[in-house]
């Protein structure tokens, strides 16, 4: 039967588990992109840190001219080109340094069914991919972290034996309503912005009224100081 499969782990945990910064970081993205835990993310972090440091090494071997780095470059940045990571023609390794994990992420085929209007929400799009709702091309796929080539990219779309692949099925959203991730992020961040705004002139309208309160009580102080009480007044008129 040959021997066990033992796999190996596709990730690597960060250092300092307690971050707090890093922490939320990490929350906005899950919640950006419909991921199922912080371990989809941390695959998609070592991906791109393998992807960066072959590029730094091969940076330095193409210095001195090496032939067998030069054909390992070209092949890196067609791979990359082929998975819609960087531009067919005119990439270069200073490119490849720039990506970040998030283009890694818009890759993913759970985030391309849901830009293209397959489901409402990202987590929608990830349930229609597990339960076989959707393909690439004739081809069943129900992994939602699967990187779609550019080739692919058009392919995207209801299976054919799903229910959800009749156009008057009550499921299938509006292409109209549905916005990419980005998108939704932005709009978050003004309406908190209107929130606090909203909230900043209560505490002075208040403080200002307090003040005027205050300005009334001194002058109605100053004016009973002036105005000599009415029982001495009359006693003076009558003397």
């Given at each position: 039967m040959g021997d066990p499969?033992?796999?190996?782990?596709?990730y690597d945990k960060p250092t300092f588990p307690w971050e707090g910064d890093r922490i939320q970081a990490e929350n906005e993205l899950i919640k950006k992109y419909g991921l199922k835990n912080k371990k989809e993310l941390w695959k998609a972090q070592s991906m791109l840190r393998n992807i960066r440091q072959r590029s730094r090494i091969l940076q330095a071997k193409v210095r001195y001219e090496?032939?067998?780095?030069?054909?390992?470059?070209?092949?890196?940045?067609?791979?990359?080109?082929?998975?819609?990571?960087?531009?067919?023609?005119?990439?270069?390794l200073n490119d490849v340094l720039a990506l970040d994990v998030e283009a890694i992420l818009s890759r993913r085929l759970q985030t391309l069914a849901y830009v293209k209007g397959l489901a409402y929400t990202p987590k929608q799009a990830r349930q229609m991919i597990v339960h076989g709702h959707t393909s690439i091309g004739e081809r069943k796929v129900t992994v939602p972290g699967y990187l779609v080539k550019r080739d692919e990219e058009n392919m995207i779309k209801y299976s054919p034996n799903s229910p959800l692949a009749h156009d008057?099925?009550?499921?299938?959203?509006?292409?109209?309503?549905?916005?990419?991730?980005?998108?939704?992020?932005?709009?978050?961040?003004?309406?908190?912005?209107?929130?606090?705004?909203?909230?900043?002139?209560?505490?002075?309208?208040?403080?200002?009224?307090?003040?005027?309160?205050?300005?009334?009580?001194?002058?109605?102080?100053?004016?009973?100081?002036?105005?000599?009480?009415?029982?001495?007044?009359?006693?003076?008129?009558?003397?």
């Open positions: 499969k033992f796999s190996r782990r596709k090496d032939q067998q780095a030069e054909k390992e470059k070209d092949e890196l940045l067609k791979k990359l080109g082929s998975l819609g990571l960087l531009p067919l023609e005119g990439a270069t008057l099925h009550p499921a299938r959203p509006d292409v109209e309503k549905i916005q990419p991730p980005s998108e939704e992020v932005k709009e978050e961040k003004e309406e908190e912005k209107e929130e606090e705004k909203a909230k900043e002139p209560e505490p002075k309208k208040a403080e200002e009224g307090e003040e005027e309160a205050e300005k009334d009580e001194v002058e109605e102080e100053n004016e009973s100081e002036e105005s000599p009480p009415p029982e001495k007044e009359s006693a003076k008129e009558e003397k």
